[in-house]
């Protein structure tokens, strides 16, 4: 049985082939210093409850994925806490921002590992058998083992949710394109510091001469996995 999730500019997966032993859910970055209170979304004054709102969303996503059995990867961005890791220009420009990485914070440095603010948040906290992979940068295929893990289990699709939409989210649609994995994103599992920018990543995506993937919605998923024949 051909198992797709409605989507635009195509259904996912293209070969209508999906199934939880090749397909993986990935949530990038849903950290406390993006997502919750007293970190770098405060320091910097994005609109937190902005940030927020792909958390309920999620959560369905999560539980249906779960309950199929596919695979969940998590990401995390963040630095060693001598910041031998990172790049003075990176630093310079995220203080353009409002917030530095490395600098302090009501919750600890920001974005530095070991630190509250570096942890997944609470409500979408991993379950002991996810994969997490810290990284240094926006994509989650850049100095991780991500590809390699991915493909020793088979995976050829990645289901795409988190913060933030025209960063790190769209960073890593663009590796993973690359790549040859077939990708989803799911609009409302995703949030930018901006609804402009929001929009914008999610054209880019959609749109059929850019070629990076499809993109739709938690409850198309939820209904694609609820008609898949119990084995």
């Given amino acids: 049985m051909s198992l797709q999730i409605e989507a635009s500019a195509y259904d996912f997966p293209h070969d209508g082939n999906l199934t939880p032993a ?8 849903m950290q406390v210093d993006f997502c919750g209170v007293g970190g770098l ?3 910097s004054g994005t609109d937190l409850p902005m940030m927020r709102e792909p958390i309920e969303p999620i959560q369905r996503v999560l539980a249906a994925a779960r309950a199929v059995g596919m695979p969940v990867v998590y990401t995390r961005e963040g630095h060693r806490p001598d910041g031998s890791d990172l790049t003075a220009v990176k630093q310079f420009r995220s203080r353009l921002g409002g917030a530095g990485v490395g600098d302090p914070s009501p919750i600890g440095r920001i974005l530095i590992r070991g630190e509250p603010g570096h ?37 050829r ?49 959609r749109n059929p001469l850019t070629l990076f993937g499809t993109v739709g919605t938690s409850e198309a998923l939820i209904r694609a996995l609820a008609r898949r024949p119990v084995c």
Avoid: Q, W
């Avoid at 090749?22 to 970055?29: E, H, M, P, Q, R």
């Avoid at 240094?136 to 088979?154: A, D, I, K, P, Q």
């Fill in 157 to 205: 699709n990645l289901i795409f949710t988190g913060v933030t939409t025209e960063c790190c989210v769209h960073t890593s649609i663009r590796e993973a394109s690359d790549r040859g994995f077939d990708n989803l994103l799911l609009a409302d599992c995703t949030a930018a510091v901006t609804r402009e920018l929001k929009e914008a990543a999610l054209n880019m995506i």
């Fill in 22 to 29: 090749n397909t993986a859910l990935v949530v990038i970055d």
């Fill in 41 to 43: 979304s405060t320091v």
């Fill in 119 to 155: 942890a997944i948040i609470p409500e979408l906290r991993p379950f002991p058998e996810d994969v997490i992979f810290d990284k240094v940068g926006s994509g989650c295929f850049y100095g991780t083992e991500m590809e390699h893990v991915l493909r020793n289990r088979g995976i």
